[in-house]
Antibody
Framework: QVQLQESGPGLVKPSGTLSLTCAVS?????????WSWVRQPPGKGLEWIGE???????NYNPSLKSRVTISVDKSKNQFSLKLSSVTAADTAVYYC???????????WGQGILVTVSS | QSALTQPASVSGSPGQSITISCTGT?????????VSWYQQFPGKAPKLMIY???NRPSGVSNRFSGSKSGNTASLTISGLQAEDEADYYC??????????FGGGTKLTVL
């Protein structure tokens, strides 16, 4: 059973960089799966941020692409998210998820609330 | 990319059936059989309920079913139960190799 766990600071200052890590257990990040980040602002819907393959290939939401970097660390079986130049609009619960066939998120982390505030 | 269109809310009585629609374009919902549906309870992570338009993961009740016609996908819940009250989201793979979600639908069991 694959399990995912997000970690990182819960508070980030405006104009700073949000950095989160997702630890994968019960499976290898070097499998045939992609790995993704999804966020949900308080009281709002889900927004896909992007995804990465263990080879380093990635795809990003066009609306966030200029500010997002997703990377993978095979030695630690984890992947990471960096979102730069954050504003209050980036305040959200951030989820990491495993991507099954073409955009199907079959395993999710519990989510981590990140607040952007001074 | 624009979010897929879902009704903000739907409601039904126990035992009834409800359907939630998810409308996109030929570049997402209409172009691929990669539509998924998720159930989310307050404060919890989403749970996959339907994938590839109509397939149920192991453990998901057969009261949940999915379909698609043109650019609109649908989730039907039959034999509605109080425990089905939650938010539901659709998602689709797109021609830009991205994923787009719907705005979400709040299901109320009366």
């Amino acid at each position: 059973q694959v399990q995912l766990q997000e970690s990182g600071p819960g508070l980030v200052k405006p104009s700073g960089t949000l950095s989160l890590t997702c630890a994968v257990s019960g499976g290898s990040i070097s499998s045939t799966d992609w790995w993704s980040w999804v966020r949900q602002p308080p009281g709002k819907g889900l927004e896909w941020i992007g995804e990465i393959y263990h080879s380093g290939s990635s795809n990003y939401n066009p609306s966030l692409k200029s500010r997002v970097t997703i990377s993978v660390d095979k030695s630690k079986n984890q992947f990471s998210l960096k979102l730069s130049s954050v504003t209050a609009a980036d305040t959200a619960v951030y989820y990491c998820a495993r991507v099954g066939m073409a955009g199907t998120f079959d395993y999710w982390g519990q989510g981590i609330l990140v607040t952007v505030s001074s | 990319q624009s979010a897929l269109t879902q009704p903000a809310s739907v409601s039904g009585s126990p035992g009834q059936s409800i359907t939630i629609s998810c409308t996109g374009t030929s570049s997402d919902v209409g172009g691929y059989n990669y539509v998924s549906w998720y159930q989310q309870f307050p404060g919890k992570a989403p749970k996959l309920m339907i994938y590839e338009v109509r397939n149920r993961p192991s453990g998901v009740s057969n009261r949940f079913s999915g379909s698609k016609s043109g650019n609109t996908a649908s989730l039907t819940i039959s034999g509605l139960q109080a425990e089905d009250e939650a938010d539901y989201y659709c998602s689709s793979y797109t021609s830009s190799t991205t994923v787009v979600f719907g705005g979400g639908t709040k299901l109320t069991v009366l």
